[in-house]
């Protein structure tokens, strides 16, 4: 919404524009024309004669919902039409200027996440955003709340596996997640949403060595373990391997997100999971000898229901 003082000094509204996600005018409440006062409209981008935004790289058409050319950086995000805007999600992502984007993002909060701070993450330092978008500017707001969040992705980003199975792939294009701390929840990732929720506490799990309490770290990496599927889009996201108690399914990216956070595990010199239920042998991870995965072959494919022959070792 714009406005201008008309010849009487009053202020009045000149153009007013409500938009779909994907940018396109409701034709009901809106006003204003080409040419008009303001022409940078969605998103705060340049409104053309033939109807396209132009975002800098490229032009964008909101009749569509697409962008008119390919994408420059189109070789970094593969598994995506190389016209897809904001990558079919402008609710959640954003695109400044034509290029597709990479974030891990910080919240913090308890109900309502709306209302606290957002920032990057980006090799062991928090960037700012400004109106919904990501800047170079370090973030200088109070970082308390979340610096063990911080600190986690730090010991990623410092452990081998962690680094090269997790950080490394949410720093490329378009791999994002947004990761908030929440004292009073439970650790978990929410397929669908791209959002991590952790605690930020130790969690009792089984080992070679018995029952251990697991760093912050190693539960925030199996998180963003199931993270990285979700974005892969494996199907054992949704495939179920086994039932708990209560009827619910426990799905095969438990196997996948644990094998990684062993791989951390063993990069870090710990003991390894020995299972997911600790009070269930039937949710057994590995082999007699604890070094080899049960459901892993050598080539880290994804797993399935059956045990493989060619194990791998950790």
Known sequence: ??????????????????????????????????????????????????????????????????????????????????????????????????????????????????????????????????????????YTGDTSKVSGIISDLNKLSANSAGKSELIDYFSKEGNDVTIRLNPDSENHYGYGTGSITVTGETVPLPTTEGMQDADSYIVLGHEMGHAKSDLKKEEGTVKEWYKKDDGTSVTLDEINATHIENKIR??????????????????????DDNKKSLYINKKESYPTKEKVKDNYEY
Do not use: C
């Not at 132009?54 to 909101?62: E, K, N, S, T, V």
């Not at 063993?266 to 082999?287: C, E, G, I, V």
């Open 1 to 138: 919404m714009s406005f201008a003082k008309n010849s009487a000094g009053a202020l009045e509204v000149i153009d007013t524009n409500n938009y779909y996600p994907f940018g396109l005018n409701h034709i009901g409440g809106t006003k204003g024309q080409l040419g008009s006062y303001k022409n940078y409209k969605y998103n705060g981008k340049e409104l053309q004669e033939t109807g396209m935004y132009d975002f800098g790289a490229r032009m964008y058409m909101p009749d569509l919902g697409r962008w008119s050319v390919v994408d420059p950086l189109a070789e970094t995000s593969r598994r995506w039409s190389t016209y897809t805007y904001a990558y079919n999600n402008p609710i959640r992502f954003i695109d400044p200027d034509g290029r597709q984007g990479k974030d891990i993002i910080l919240s913090l909060g308890h109900d309502k996440w709306e209302a606290e701070i957002k920032a990057r993450y980006d090799g062991g330092k928090l960037y700012a955003y400004s109106n919904g978008k990501r800047t170079g500017v370090e």
């Open 266 to 287: 063993k990069a870090a010199n710990l003991p390894l999971r020995t299972r997911y239920n600790p009070y269930r042998t039937d949710t057994s991870l590995l082999t």
